[in-house]
Each structure stands twice: as C-alpha cells, then as structure tokens.
C-alpha cells in the first residue's frame, strides 16, 4: 500500500481485518550451521503444522556487533523461547546475546515466559559449567568483549544449563525430539475464559434457565439456544456467564463477539467469522478465501466434533446456513448459543430453545441505580421516592440503569427531578432515545472525545489521544472522567477504552445523521471503503489531524498537504514521507521504521513547539541523537532499542518531561540541568552506555520510576518521591530515605543494609544475584509485602520465619543452593503462587498443607526433599509440579483425602527417580492434564482410568510400569503420548477413545500390537516410532481425518493398509521400517505437503515428480499478509472529523 506525494493518493487493496503487528509465540534461538537444516527444521515444521506464530532465527538479521531491534523485539513478544544449544552456539555472539536477553525476560517476568533448552550433541553440564567447545569460544569472544559481557554470558549458559529440557545425541531420532518438544509446546499454548465484570447484580437466575436448556432435549438435531431481547438487557453478559461454567465439558469451543459489527464488512464478514471458528476449533490458524471453502472445512472438521460455539448480537444479516452450513450436521453433543435483539433471526433458524431475560426485579433494579447514582447499594441521601420513579421509568433495563444512575451522580435533587420529566416523556421501546439523554448532557467538547472513542478509539491506550485533545482545547482529563461517570465509557486494566456496543452505535449513530447520502461530508469516517475513496479523491486532507499507518509506503513530499495534523503514527512502515508538516504536530510515533539521520523532519523539530510525544524505538538506522532543544512542550521520549543511537542527550531545557526511556541505546551522558525536570515521572536507561547518572537526580521530586538495570555505575542519591526501582548496584546509597517504595528489583547487592526492612509500604521485592547474602533477617517486618522473589543467591542460607507476611500472595525462590529451611509458610493464608527451584539442600516445604487458597505450586530439582506434607486440602490447587526431585519417595502420601483436590487441572511428575508409587488419583474428577516422566521406579499409575476430565496423558521414560488401566472411559481425552515406556506390553481402550486427535508411542519395545484403530474418528496425528516388536496398524486406512502420520524404525512391521482414503493426509513418513515392502495408496495423496518415505517404498514411478509439483502449488496458495492503513480526519473544536480504516 502506498501513499504518494503531494496528492497523497492511497491504494483501496487495504484488508480492514490485518494486523499492524505480528507478534510471536515462539522464539527459536540456534546456529544456522549445526542444526539449520536438521533439528531446528524439524521442529519449525511442527510448529508451523498449527500455525504456531514461530520466530525463526535469519542470518540476515544478525549484522553489527550488537542483535538487532527485530530480534529484540521478537524476544519480547514471544512467550516460549527455544534455545538450540548445539556445539557451536557459543561461539556466535548474537547466540549468546539472544540467550541472555531471553533469561533476562524470563526472570523479569516469571509465569509470562517459558524456556525450553534443546542440548543438541552436548551434555547440560557441558552448557552449565562451560567446558569443551563453549570455554573455548568464551575465550576467544573474551579477548574482544571483556570480562563483563563474559560474565553475563556464563551467567545465561550456566542457568539455562540448570534447567530441565532435551538432549539430543548421534544415536537419537532428531524427529522424535521434535516432537516431544512441540507437544509441550502446544500445551502451553491455549486460551479459554471470556472477560466478565465482577459483582454482577441479579445474574444467576438468568444463567440457570440457559443451563437448563442446554442440559434439555433437543427435537430434530436443532442444538442451539437462544436469547433474546432487547439492547442493553444483558443478553451478551449471560451469554458469557454460561459460557465460562460449562466450556470445559466440550473440547473445543469458541465465543465469537458482536456477530452484527463483523457482519457489516462489505466483502469479508461471513470469512472473517467462518476464520475464527475454524482456527479456534482446531487450532489452526485458517484464512478462509470465500464462503463456500469455509462451509466445507466446517462441514468436514468442525462438524464432527463435540463444539460449543457462542455467537453473540447477531441480527438479521446473519444466515446459518451460509456461514456454518447445515446445523443438523454437527454432532448432537455439540452446543451453539446465539444472542440477538430479533426473535425473527431464531424463528428463522427454528429455534425452539428460547430465553428471553426479563428486565431486572425491582429490587436488583434498585440496587444496581443506587450503585451508579451514589456510589453505594444503601445511601443516607432522603431521594427515595425519586429512586423509585427512575427504577420505574428504566423498566428493567441493565444499561439503562447504569447510565441513568452515573447521570444522576452528585446532582442536586432540582436535576433530578428535571431528568424525571424528560424520560417520562420517552417511550419505552426508544432505549437510544433513552440513553441519548446522557450524551446530550455532556458540554461541547466531552462530546467531541465521546464521538472520537466511539468512531474510532475503542481498544486505544488513553494516554496519547490525551496528547491530541489537549492540542484541541477538548480538556480531555476532565472530559474522560464526565464519560466514566455517566457509564458512556469504561477504561480496562490496561489503561484501554471500551464502550459497550449499544452506547457505541448511539456516537455513531449521531455521526451518521449528519450526513445519511455522503459520508464523507460527515465528521468521522470509520468504513475502510469510504476512507479510502475520501484518500483516493484527496478531499479535505488539509483537516486531517491524525494519521496511522502499519507496514505501508508513504513516499513524496506531504509538506504542504497536512497542515493540521496533531498525531502521526507509522509503524513497520518501508518508507517514509521525506517531509512533512509538523509544526501542530502533538505526537510523533515512528516504531520500527527506517528513519535516517538525514531525515527532513529531524531539522524541523527543533521548532515543534507543540510537540508532546517522540517515540522513535527500535529504529536502528538512527546513529545521532536527536536535538530536542526546541521543543519546550516534550512530555515523552522514547529510543527504546535504537542500538546504533550514540552520543549525548541534551534534556536540560524539557522542563515539561514526564517519561525518558533509552534504554538499550548507546548514549552515553544524559547533559543540562537535569535538577530543574520537576516533572519527570519514569526513567529507564537500563542496558544503556550511560557512564553516570547525574547527581542532581535527587532533586526531581515528581519521579516514580526508575531503571537502571545492568549499569555498572555508582547510584547517587536518590529521589524521596520514587515508588519503583530496578538497579544492578553493590549499594543504594539513601535506601532508607525511600520511604514510598512499594517495589525493589535489585541486582548484584553486595550487602543487604538493614534499612530496607524498614521500606513499610514495600509490595513486591525482588532479589537477584546478591552474591554475600546469607540471611534476610528483616524480611518479617514488610508486612505489605505481596511479591516475594530470590533469585541466584548463591551464600543464602535461610530466611527468617515469613509467618508475618500475611498479604503474601507470590513467593518465587530460584536457584538458592545452599537454602535447607524455609520457615512460617502455614501462616501465609493469601499465597496463590509458590515455585521453589533449584534449591538442592532444601530438606522440605513444611506448611504447605495449610495454604488454603494455594493455585499453583511448582518444587524442580530440590534433590534433598524426601517428602511433601498432605495437599489434600488446598481445595484451591490448580497446578502441581514437581520436577527433579530424585529423592522424594512418595507424592501426597497416602492421602485418603485427595479427592477433596477438586480444582486440580495439571499435575506433572518429572524426573523424581526414587518414586516407587502415586496415590489413586481417581477422585481427580477436574484434572485436564497428567504428566508423568523420568519416574524409573514408578510401577502403576492407579486409578488412570476413571479421569473422566483428562484432555492430555503423558508418560514418558517409565521403565518398570508394566500395565496401564484401561483407557476407554476418557472420552474427552484429545492427546495420548507413550515414549519410552519399554515394559509396556498395550494400551488397552485406546480403540474407544473417540476425541483422541493425537497418538504417539515412541519407544515401546514391548508392544506387539495395538488394538483396532478404525473408530478414531478425530485422530489427525499418529506417531509410531521405534516400537519393535509392533508387527500391524489395524484400522489405519479408515482415519479419515488423519492429517499426519510417522511410522519409523518399526523393525517387525511388514504391512500397512492401502492409504487411498486418507485424504486430509498432509504429512507422510515411513522410514526405517526394514520389513515393510510396500505402502499402497499414497500416489493417491493429492495434498501432502512433508513427505518422505524409503526409496524402495516408492511404487509408482511418477509419484516423486507430481508430490512436488502438488507440493508446489500448495505452497503457492497459501494466502499474502495484507497491510493496514489507519488515519483521523479533522481539525480541532467544531469541525472536528475523524477517519478510520
């Protein structure tokens, strides 16, 4: 897409629906010569199979000295990093780079990232303790780097070489590693619940009828329910509520929000909707083309699964049978629910299943209008009657409740009497009417930002249109909170707006009547086709006031075509304009784009006076630091990862800065009078060149954030105002003088002053690598404390009693060695949240049978704990892990309680090689996932068989159990994985496992047979590997869904079905398999995409040239990312015009 020259002519081959942004679920770290085009290729095909966003490390990027900022960036996105730690991997410096930064990430943000090392033809003790290939290439690299960035270095490969992961040796299958890699992979890669508000008022009655009709009959094969009513009653809120108690009784399940807006795509509404049913029910990321392609993959994949799917506001545009096809084609167990404003779209459908909310009791009414109105259920305020007209006149409406009730807050009784009159007036069927009374309300310029958010602003961050209508004269601080109040608008947790979509199609409903004929003479656009045929005819560009765009061109001279603009946004753009008007201009925002030094623009904001924002991160073509001297009204910089940006900073005179970040630059001196930012609120120089931070740094009162991560410079005296501090120091020199600290994230203390346990308000308190540490006596008194972290101390022997930090609610400790006791848990009554890691003399975690609203418990490789207290009752529990702990002998004892573990979901068991037994885990009726690997001495798993719940069993490396249960009641069962499990002789019930999609048995040298396999009707992967004693695959040719199938290095196999009918087959290996002679059917296999199998295997002559040639056109079909454009329209005060595509 490109927008050109002074015309600005834009290209319409925009998609309304791309992203500006890809971000990444995986990151895979390795050297291109040892694993390129072996593991690393391997494990990129897997992972890509579901369409797992994978960022997969190019040579071309890694250039300079230093990783570049897409790498970084792609660090920080992902969510599971995978380092390759082959031989040679240490000797790249971008390996290692890549590697600490990731670790770095990992311990910033516990619980948000995962590692996964791969110890490639090298042993973990190698990587651990840097012998062999890795200390020669330290060396070398020591010569050029020196000592610190050695250190930093031998810090990552020593902590990821402590973690469990994979080895890979020359006598493995590189396949088979793969795979188990992605299986873990996947497991972590999952999304469920839908957001609800709490303390919802009068819900449940509504939530049990919808429950129960779900439960009921249902006449012809119609499963769907439906609710109906009017806007603003809360049909989307029950829908949601249902939706988040019963989803885990189906496999897969979607929720698909505000059909009606999506609907009104001209060109891509029904595809769009068909694309995200498809990929959330099979987990695969599917771009449907057209209508009909989708109906087929829904028909054929979707169908036969037991689905629930919600479909929330839909309206009359909305045909089932053109979206999802013929609804008596889905399984009888599968579920829909469709919310709508029109009983005619169900009768339509012949919906028999109906609900249809009544408006709210009189009470509940209101409770909920006392709630808005004074800001509690039970005023003192003598407006009693009039509360009692108004619940009258809201008749029962949820919304209209709320927004007339914040309508009436803090007015005097005169107003409300006034506003009783007025609504008296209005039908009761006229809701918007109804609600626009609240809008009408609002002063000139509240409606200008209230018509903004609702055209065009939902799901922004609030603070930079702050910027914008503050440039305007909109008072927008005032103006956000008259919106919050009167119930217009909501800001969520991430500081984002939302409207609830009926007071959203008031704004723009109002926008529409301004104009109904001709769009583009109304003051906001926010339809893709109308924006761009407004840029097309280049109309009115001289009251444009913001601009966005994301991976476009913009080339030509824009100098005197957007004299108003205020905002300017281009992210990942490949060009730029050469000039542009930025004299109003209030924010700059150039992410990830090619700005150079010689860029017009850098001239000319010496003299942006009304410049506010500057964000130029991650753009690694800028090698100078930018004068800023001119722009007095600069409130935030941001040069985050521009790694080539050296030299000075001049702030001195930027008296209105609030925000500095740059860090991972390479400016070196911050110079002016850095005393006199009175209103700098955040800095981060982390990771920076910085050689000092200014002494007068003291003096900035306002300051509340400050990072100085891996700085290796003396802290001065710090600011008294400062409520966040992250430091890589030996000593905070004024530490007691914080008193407003409420989180400490230190690095590299030498020393621990006594000063800190007097921090009272500290919440979160973070302690890495604080090499003299023995004990934190102290620690008792911050009894606000809610994060408790330890990290890499290496001397520490024990912490005092925690038994007075009630508000504890996360307790981290990682890598203490020399730690044996730790005393007081029991006392803890808010922790949800422990992981005890590596921390060898640890003896045991008395207490832990007390911690009543415990959620997530995690013990790896505490080798001298040889027993863990009854858990039966942390009825709260809904992960347990316990990894590496090889002398434990028993897991929960002889627990004859266990069962009262009703919330447990996960429990792993790994690598706790004394374990002879488990306790009878039948009474786990919730559990989801169950691992168990590395348990050598472990013989039975009872009570396997009755977990009705459990969607994933893994057992791997058990080498003395000799039977496992039968398998045939897990009916919701979707992934079976056996490795290695050599005295296994079956697996019995796996004939009936009907929502199993994955098989794999790897290693099972004792298998002769499997049963049957024809009634897996779902299975879609099936690996069978190095099982030598299997001699048939019965059933294989009647998987019809099958998409993948592996069979190598089964010695005894001599033949297989004729695989003609599996035609959804896109991965084909039959390799090792000496006693096979021939494979038939698989010249028929049209679309197979990875295909190998032995050459003697290949009947068909022709077959090798028309896989690739199919292989080719596949590749060739796979659909082009789109770009985005998005821009406003307008100009300040009244002829205030937005445009959005």
């Not at 890979?168 to 996947?186: C, K, L, M, P, Y």
């Not at 009692?388 to 807050?409: D, H, N, R």
């Not at 006034?418 to 809008?439: D, F, G, M």
């Not at 002063?443 to 609030?462: A, R």
Request: hydrophobic letters at 40%.
């Amino acid at each position: 897409m490109e927008l050109t020259g002074s015309n600005a002519i834009a290209s319409s081959s925009c998609s309304p629906y791309s992203l500006p942004v890809v971000e990444y679920e995986v990151f895979l770290s390795f050297r291109g010569p040892d694993v390129r085009t072996t593991f690393a290729d391997f494990l990129y095909r897997l992972l890509d199979r579901p369409k797992i966003r994978t960022f997969l490390d190019d040579e071309e990027l890694r250039k300079g000295e230093m990783i570049s900022p897409s790498l970084v960036k792609a660090i920080g996105e992902s969510r599971i990093y995978i380092p390759i730690l082959s031989p040679g991997y240490a000797s790249s410096k971008w390996c290692l780079q890549e590697l600490a930064l990731m670790l770095e990430r990992y311990k910033q943000d516990e619980g948000s990232h995962i590692i996964l090392p791969i110890f490639y033809l090298m042993e973990p003790r190698d990587v651990r303790h840097c012998k062999g290939s890795y200390e020669e290439a330290l060396e070398q690299h020591r010569l050029k780097y020196g000592e610190e960035t050695i250190r930093v270095w031998k810090d990552a490969l020593e902590e990821v070489g402590q973690m469990t992961g994979w080895r890979v040796t020359e006598s493995d299958r590189q396949g088979a590693v793969a795979e188990s890699v992605f299986s873990e992979v996947w497991s972590h890669i999952k999304g469920n619940y839908t957001l609800l508000t709490n303390e919802l008022i009068g819900i449940d009655s509504h939530v049990n009828h919808v429950m129960e009709l779900l439960k009921s009959d249902f006449e012809g094969g119609i499963n769907v329910v439906g609710i109906h009513g009017m806007g603003g009653i809360g049909k989307t809120t029950i829908a949601k509520a249902v939706y988040n108690k019963v989803f885990t009784q189906f496999e897969h399940h979607c929720f698909l929000e505000d059909v009606r807006e999506t609907l009104s795509l001209k060109n891509d509404g029904v595809t769009t909707l068909q694309s995200k049913i498809i990929s959330s029910i099979l987990r695969d990321d599917h771009m449907v083309r057209d209508a009909s392609q989708g109906i087929h993959i829904i028909t054929n994949r979707v169908c036969p699964r037991k689905v629930l799917i919600v479909l929330d506001n839909v309206d009359d545009r909305f045909e089932f049978g053109q979206i999802l096809g013929e609804v008596r084609k889905f399984s009888p167990e599968s579920r829909f629910i469709i919310t709508t404003r029109d009983k005619r779209v169900l009768e339509l459908l012949q919906v028999s299943k109906l609900y249809e909310p009544s408006g709210m009791s009189h009470d509940h009414s209101l409770q909920l209008l006392r709630r808005h109105a004074f800001r509690m259920d039970n005023p003192l305020e003598d407006k009693t009657t009039l509360c009692e007209e108004f619940v009258k006149v809201a008749a029962g409406l949820p919304l209209a409740l709320e927004v007339i009730g914040s309508l009436l807050f803090r007015r005097d009784r005169k107003f409300w009497e006034a506003k009783l009159i007025e609504l008296k007036r209005i039908p009761p069927t006229k809701v918007q009417e109804r609600l626009k009374i609240s809008y009408d309300e609002l002063s000139g310029s509240e409606k200008q930002i209230f018509l903004d958010i609702s055209c065009v602003f939902i799901g922004e961050n609030k603070e930079l249109p702050f910027y914008m209508w503050s440039d305007c004269n909109f008072n927008p601080e005032s103006g956000i909170s008259t919106l919050i109040l009167r119930s217009l608008l909501k800001v969520d947790v991430d500081n984002k707006f939302w409207m609830h979509d009926h007071v959203r199609d008031i704004g723009r409903m109002i926008v529409r009547e301004e104009d109904e004929q001709h769009p583009w003479k109304r003051t906001r656009i926010w339809s893709n086709e109308d924006a761009v045929d407004m840029l097309i005819n280049g109309e009115n560009l001289s009251k444009l006031r913001y601009l966005e765009v994301h991976s476009g061109r913009l080339t030509g001279d824009f100098k005197n075509i957007l004299p108003n603009l205020r905002w300017l946004r281009l992210h990942y753009c490949r060009s730029i304009p050469i000039n542009i008007n930025i004299t109003k201009l209030a924010v700059l925002d150039l992410r990830f784009c090619p700005v150079r030094d010689d860029w017009r623009c850098w001239d000319k904001i010496k003299a942006a006076h009304r410049l506010k924002a500057i964000d130029v991160s991650f753009c690694d073509q800028v090698t100078k630091v930018p004068n800023l001297f001119g722009c007095p009204s600069l409130q935030r910089i941001n040069f985050l990862g521009c790694g080539n940006m050296s030299g000075e900073l001049h702030i001195g005179d930027l008296k209105g800065l609030r925000v500095l970040n740059i860090a991972r630059t390479k400016i070196t001196k911050l110079i002016g009078g850095f005393g006199r930012l009175q209103n700098l609120q955040e800095i981060n120089v982390g990771y920076s060149r910085l050689r000092e931070i200014p002494t007068s740094i003291g003096k900035l009162s306002s300051l509340k954030i400050l990072v100085l991560d891996r700085l290796d410079i003396e802290v001065p005296k710090l600011p008294t105002s400062l409520k966040g501090l992250s430091l890589s120091s030996p000593r905070v020199p004024n530490l007691l003088e914080l008193k407003d600290l409420e989180w400490l994230h230190w690095s590299r203390a030498l020393l621990i002053p006594g000063d800190m346990w007097k921090l009272s308000k500290l919440k979160d308190l973070e302690l890495w690598q604080a090499s003299n540490l023995i004990d934190l006596d102290g620690l008792q008194h911050l009894k606000l404390l809610k994060e408790l972290r330890v990290y890499r101390c290496d001397v520490l022997r024990k912490l005092p009693s925690l038994s007075n930090l009630t508000k504890l609610q996360t307790l981290k400790i990682f890598r203490c060695p020399l730690l044996s006791e730790i005393h007081g848990l029991s006392e803890l009554a808010e922790l949800s949240t422990l992981r005890i890691i590596e921390c060898r003399k640890l003896t045991g975690v008395m207490g832990i049978d007390k911690l009543e609203s415990l959620q997530v418990m995690k013990i790896r490789d505490c080798s001298s704990i040889e027993e863990l207290p009854d858990v039966s009752a942390l009825e709260h529990l809904r992960e347990l892990k316990i990894t590496g702990c090889n002398q434990l002998t028993e897991v929960m004892g002889e627990v004859v309680g266990i069962e009262r573990l009703k919330s447990l979901q996960l429990l792993e068991i790994t690598d706790c090689t004394s374990i002879e037994k488990l306790p009878d885990l039948s009474a786990l009726e919730h559990l989801r996932e169950l691992k168990i690997t590395g348990c050598n001495q472990l013989t039975e798993v009872i009570g396997l068989g009755k977990l009705e719940s459990l969607r994933e069993l893994m057992i791997t490396d058990c080498a003395l159990i000799k039977k496992l249960p039968d398998l045939s009641a897990l009916e919701h069962l979707w992934a079976l994985t056996i490795i290695r499990c050599n005295q296994l002789p079956e697996v019995a019930g796996i004939e009936r496992l009907k929502s199993l999609e994955l098989l794999e048995l790897t290693e099972c040298t004792s298998i002769e047979r499997l049963p049957d396999l024809s009634a897996l009707e779902h299975l879609r992967n099936l690996k069978i590997t190095g099982c030598n004693q299997l001699t048939e695959v019965i059933g294989l040719d009647k998987l019809e869904s099958l998409q993948a199938l592996r069979i190598t290095d089964c010695a005894s196999i001599k033949k297989l079905p004729d695989l003609f009918a599996l035609e959804h087959l896109r991965e084909l290996i039959i390799t090792g398999c000496n006693q096979l002679t021939e494979v038939t059917g698989i010249e028929r296999l049209k679309w197979s995409r990875y295909f190998t199998i032995d050459e003697r295997l290949k009947t068909q002559k022709r077959l090798e040239h028309e896989r690739w040639e199919l292989l080719h056109r596949a590749n060739n079909s796979r659909p082009k990312k789109w770009s985005r454009f998005h821009s406003c329209w307008g100009v300040c005060r009244k002829d205030s015009d937005i445009i959005s595509l």
